[in-house]
């Protein structure tokens, strides 16, 4: 990805940004100090290590807690309700394509009651503006506040409708708490200007967020904010999961959004995209599904080797 775009964060010292982060339950408690065991197949057996998410998990299932149906270099993949498990998990931002409730697939039943557990304050959501506004209710409740929006163009549709415009979309929809300052965010530049010079109204009166200097000069194929409009290919016809998430379309949401050495967390993470693509990235990741099937597949998309791009 670096040779296509960079973030405002590259070359900024990892454990320096990871310092600043408040105590991770689950990533600072299980990967930091303490080594884990590991099996034969890169599925580790949680050590004597996460008490906290034991007791916290056990509190809620009744049992002896849960241990991670995958876990190896910084990627752990739970098998299981998130709503069983949120509580117990923090990291540095969601990026996640809960089921939109929009087809037959037995699986795609909208999920309720899991947004007001999440941990983080920086929010990802893929989706159709249906499944979205479905949620409206539920994150004002529990004080998520909009951002900004992404629109994935696909090349091909995904329409299920005749007597309508042909889909070529889906959204993403990037949420907050608390305040907007404190959110990490490392914008994202393509290299791609064209020459010319850039002369900027004044700031309005009605403006809240922040904008670039009054005037400046792009050279040709100098760096500039990443469009929100991001065309990639959909998996269409070599996906294993339904709907499997390109890993170009969640790379630029990670770049953007979580610190280097900081963590991913997917609590419906399917055929495990987001966990992929931060691998990719060099990040942590934390992934919960309920259906061992796409476990499965996920833990074979995450045992490929990482692919470095010259
Ligand atoms: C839209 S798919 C995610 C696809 C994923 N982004 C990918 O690229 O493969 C939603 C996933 O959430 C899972 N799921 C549904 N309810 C869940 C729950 N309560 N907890 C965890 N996973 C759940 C489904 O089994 C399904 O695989």
Redesign the pocket.
Known sequence: MRTAMSTAADGVNAESVYAKEPQLVITGVLTREHPRESSAHGVHRAGPVDVGLRARAARVLGGDGVRPYYDDGGITLYL????DLLDAIDADVVI?????GETSLL?DRV?PH?IGSVGPRSMWL?GSLRSLLRMGPELDATDWKLAQDIVWEKHNSSGLHADRFRRVHELGAHFYRGQWADVFKAPVYTHDAVARTIRKKPKPAHWHGETDAGTYRNEDGGPRLMRSVIRVRSEHGHAE?P???PLGIIAPLIAYSCPPGGTVLD????????LRAAKDAGRRAIG????ER?CEVAVRRLAQETLVMA
Do not use: L, M, N
């Not at 299981?80 to 709503?83: A, I, L, P, S, V």
């Not at 919960?288 to 259906?291: R, V």
């Open positions: 299981g309700d998130c709503r996640t394509d809960p089921p939109y699986w999920v899991w893929f999961h709907t499997q998430k609590p419906f993470a399917g055929s495990g995209s987001p919960i599904e309920i259906d796409w």
